[in-house]
Nanobody, 125 residues
Framework: QVQVVESGGGTVSAGGSLRLSCVASGYGYDGDCMGWFRQAPGKEREAIAT???????GYSESVKGRFTISQDKARNTLFLQMNGLKPEDTATYYCSPCPPRWTAIQALLFEFKAWGPGTKVTVSS
């Protein structure tokens, strides 16, 4: 079973930045496709950033141009650099693997599962 631990969340003012990290391990994890998704109270889960086996990336329209996903496979670590944060980015953020042969764009449609506790991000106006 995949195990993940997300970190790096916190409270920032609008326009600020945060860098989230996710360490993943466990049976079945190969790091070939990974993604970040978020869920705000009362809202549906939203896949926001993905990276595939060719290191291609995909972003939702809501974060494109502001967030950057990256990966250090040697350390089984996934990152999400978040710049230009907005109050509507307030949510709990999770990382999760996606099917290994999916492209980053396909993975934006994947129904990610929360394997870890997530990390909470609060953006004040």
């Amino acid at each position: 079973q995949v195990q993940v631990v997300e970190s790096g969340g916190g409270t920032v003012s609008a326009g600020g930045s945060l860098r989230l990290s996710c360490v993943a391990s466990g049976y079945g994890y190969d790091g070939d496709c990974m993604g970040w998704f978020r869920q705000a109270p009362g809202k549906e889960r939203e896949a926001i950033a993905t990276i595939d086996s060719d290191s291609h990336t995909g972003y939702s329209e809501s974060v494109k141009g502001r967030f950057t996903i990256s990966q250090d496979k040697a350390r089984n670590t996934l990152f999400l650099q978040m710049n230009g944060l907005k109050p509507e980015d307030t949510a709990t953020y999770y990382c999760s693997p996606c099917p290994p042969r999916w492209t980053a764009i396909q993975a934006l449609l994947f129904e990610f599962k929360a394997w870890g506790p997530g990390t909470k991000v609060t953006v004040s106006s």
